[in-house]
């Protein structure tokens, strides 16, 4: 059988082709096994793909495409996988912060994945369920906020984010602060906290 490999590892690549997380995990196979430099990676510009020879410890021939295939490079400047590997079971600290309404977005839909026994689940969720590669196996902003409680944009951005990293919403256009304080954009305070933090007033930008 011949596998094409389309993995999602904080962006390095984007739906290169169908590709199951579900299967794979079935196989009771640890990221690692695949992911293995995820355990030393310091770095945002490590290549956490595969190499081909894991693909073929268990298929007969396999393709792995090229870092950044159709997504474009991570919008971070600083990660380390092998840090937050050595903390343990993350899920704890989210689902934590979801049961005491310190989450910083709705987390309803995300405290059901923090459950799992493999400790990657907890930032890349619902990969047991996954038959394709998507943005929705990658954290949440709010899920790095549990534990990086400082904000003070614009400065504090730079702290993990390129300089010009495309960060703000696409409702955020030329004349944004003059259409939501027209009371045309109906937003909730917990929608900006995500970037602005959770003390922000409007009147301290505006």
Not at 48 to 55: D, G, I
Not at 72 to 79: C, D, E, I, M, Q
Not at 106 to 115: F, K, T, V, W
Request: glycine share 4%.
């Amino acid at each position: 059988m011949k596998l094409l490999l389309a993995f999602c590892t904080c962006g390095v690549a984007w739906c290169a082709a169908p590709f199951s997380h579900r299967i794979h995990l079935q196989q009771e196979l640890e990221c690692t096994f695949c992911h293995a430099g995820a355990t030393k990676s310091t770095s945002v510009d490590d290549n956490l793909l595969p190499r081909k020879e894991v693909c073929l410890n268990c298929h007969e021939s396999a393709e792995v495409p090229a870092r950044h295939a159709n997504g474009g490079p991570v919008p971070l400047t600083r990660f380390s996988h092998a840090l937050h590997l050595q903390m343990g079971d993350i899920a704890r600290y989210i689902a934590s912060s979801i049961d005491h309404h310190t989450y910083w977005q709705p987390g309803d839909d995300i405290r059901p994945h923090l459950n799992s026994r493999n400790a990657c689940e907890a930032c890349h969720r619902g990969l047991e369920e996954s038959d394709q590669v998507t943005r929705a196996a990658l954290p949440q902003m709010a899920d790095c906020l549990v534990c990086h409680t400082k904000i003070d944009p614009p400065f504090s951005c730079e702290d993990c984010h390129a300089k010009d990293a495309p960060l703000k919403p696409a409702s955020h256009t030329q004349h944004f602060v003059d259409l939501h304080s027209s009371g045309k954009f109906k937003f909730d305070k917990a929608t900006c906290t995500v970037c602005h933090g959770v003390s922000f007033t409007c009147m301290g930008c505006h």
